[in-house]
Structures are given as C-alpha cells and as structure tokens.
C-alpha cells in the first residue's frame, strides 16, 4: 500500500534554531514529491518540488533533499522565524500525476 | 504566483441546509481540480477530481449524492453539500492543476469552514 510518514509529528523550537523534518515513502512508482506549508486555517502553498532525479532543491530558507533509492526526504529551516509555525505536508505522487499521497503533516512551533 | 480563490471562506448554517463552495482557478486554467476534506490536526483526505465539462470522479467512501460537484468552466468547479448535518462540518479546501503544464504543483485554495448547528 503506498503510503507516506512524516516525523516528528510535531516539534516546538527556540526563534533563530535550525531544524529538520523528515518523510519516509512507499509509493511507488514515484513521480515527484513535495513539499508544502499549511498555516492554521489557510491552505497549503507549496514550498518546493523534486523528481526522482534531483536530490536537493532550495526555496529561501528552506531546503529540501531526496534519497530516491532509500524513499527519504527532509526539509531543512535554518534560523527559524516565528511565522514558520505551521504544518508541514509531504505529498508524494504515483507516475500519474492526478494520484497524490499526502502523509499526515508535522507541526511545527516557533517560540520567542 | 498562481492564484486559487476558494469562496466563501466560512460558513455556518443550520442543519439540513446546502451549502455551495466555490473553487476559481484566478490567472490559468484548470481541467482538474480536486476538493479535499480536513478535519483538526489531520492531514487532507481526497474527496473528489472535477473534471471540466465531464462528471466528477468520487473517492470510496464519499457519498456523489451528498456532495455534488459541478466543473462548467475552466477556471470554475463547486462543491455542494446537500443537506448538511453536524458531521459534515470541516475544513474543505479545493486545488486546481494548470492544464498548461500538469506537472506543477496543484495549487490550492484557502479552504472553507463549514460548521453545521
């Protein structure tokens, strides 16, 4: 069953700190996988794209990375703003591009 | 950036009312669009792909009758919830894909919250 995890399910750290999330996969075959941000009560804006052939991919202070063979992505924040707080979605997709996979977001808290 | 507009934003009504959920694609157009479903702290659940001028594709689970959909343009697709009962009370956001190039992003809209009395 195609599937998507993310870890941690959520995480508060200190303005200014680096932090990482991560998502493992089982979808197969893969297209593409993305990352969005959700904040509370608006819907979600994609932050960055990858195919099977990149393996890192850049958007400010966010960045990305793939491992296409291990099926993991992290997304990366360095120094961290308040209005980072958010959920943050991996959404795999299946070679079609109408078939995503959204895994079930990790929770992110940044505090003074 | 590519805009979707999702109209209205909030909704409360009373039970056994429909409510109609707007989903505008602003500056491209869009052959599919797609309507999800959230509740608090969960991720989205696929409801539905609107296709333009053919019918609706319904997940397992969800109820075509209770949650009608219609996509008579291409910058245009709505969500009718016949009847509404307190359970159908959520977020639900729509998305749309540019027919330009598919393989972009799906871009969503800012959601509607529904709240059934």
């Known amino acids: 069953k195609n599937q998507v995890e993310q870890s941690p399910q959520s995480l508060i750290i200190l303005e200014g700190k680096n932090c990482t999330l991560q998502?493992?996969?089982?979808?197969?075959?893969?297209?593409?996988l993305r990352w969005y941000k959700q904040d509370t009560g608006r819907g979600p804006v994609s932050l960055t794209i990858m195919t099977f052939s990149e393996n890192t991919k850049s958007n400010g202070r966010y960045t990305a990375t793939l491992d296409a063979d291990t099926k993991q992505s992290s997304l990366h924040i360095t120094a961290s703003q308040l209005s980072d707080s958010a959920s943050y979605i991996c959404?795999?997709?299946?070679?079609?591009?109408?078939?995503?996979?959204f895994g079930p977001g990790t929770s992110l808290s940044v505090i003074p | 950036g590519a805009v979707v507009s999702q109209h209205p934003s909030w909704v409360i009504c009373k039970s056994g009312t429909s409510v109609k959920i707007e989903c505008r694609s602003l500056d491209f157009q869009a052959t599919t669009m797609f309507w999800y479903r959230q509740f608090p702290k969960q991720s989205l659940m696929l409801m539905a792909t609107?296709?333009?001028?053919?019918?609706?594709?319904?997940e397992q689970g969800v109820e075509k009758d209770k949650f009608l959909i219609n996509h008579a343009s291409l910058t245009l697709s709505t969500l009718t919830v016949t009847s509404a009962h307190p359970e159908d009370s959520s977020f639900y956001i729509c998305?749309?894909?540019?027919?330009?190039?598919?393989?972009?992003?799906?871009?969503f809209g800012d959601g509607t919250r529904l709240s059934i009395l």
């Open positions: 609107s296709n333009e001028g053919s019918k609706a594709t319904y």
């Open positions: 998502c493992n996969y089982t979808v197969s075959p893969f297209s593409n």
């Open positions: 959404v795999v997709s299946e070679t079609s591009y109408d078939k995503v996979i």
């Open positions: 998305s749309a894909r540019d027919v330009v190039d598919p393989r972009q992003p799906q871009h």
